[in-house]
């Protein structure tokens, strides 16, 4: 019997997701921070200052885990949200000092991490067939 694209494709893909981000998790654990949090603080310290629904688009996450997201960075002092003087309904979110020293000593742990143990054995010509690919189906997707 022969797999269907669905199986070949939409399921190998979401294990390997799954399999990167436990992977990432297990390495990282010392650093008291998940690969889900680690990317929201990481967008965050990119665009220091915006508000949770440009953080939300930006982190590729939905809305509601964000702002789970956001309560845990903000305990662990990582980050700090300010009331929006425009938009009162709304907070800025600021990396604080702690977040950025988080960042800067996370950020060539994790950068080791796909380079040593991740992408080993793939070529930068076969990593940019990968990312073409995804790139083509997501604008499939967007076009539907």
């Not at 199986?7 to 190998?12: A, W, Y």
């Not at 309904?89 to 600021?94: A, G, H, I, K, Q």
Request: charged share 35%; proline share 2%.
């Amino acid at each position: 019997m022969q797999d269907t694209r669905d199986e070949s494709i939409g399921l190998f893909t979401s294990n390997t997701v799954k399999n990167i981000i436990r992977f990432l998790s297990v390495n990282i654990k010392n650093f008291d921070i998940t690969p889900e949090q680690w990317t929201v603080l990481k967008r965050l310290s990119e665009n220091d200052g915006i508000n949770q629904k440009e953080l939300a688009i930006k982190a590729e996450k939905d809305q509601p885990t964000v702002t789970r997201i956001l309560d845990i960075l903000e305990r662990k002092e990582l980050i700090i949200k300010e009331k929006n003087k425009e938009d009162r309904r709304s907070f800025l979110l600021f990396i604080t000092d702690k977040g950025n020293a988080v960042k800067e000593e996370l950020s060539p742990v994790i950068e080791k991490i796909w380079e040593e143990k991740i992408l080993t054995g793939i070529s930068e010509e076969e990593l940019n067939v990968y990312r073409n690919v995804l790139v083509k189906m997501n604008e499939n997707i967007e076009e539907s």
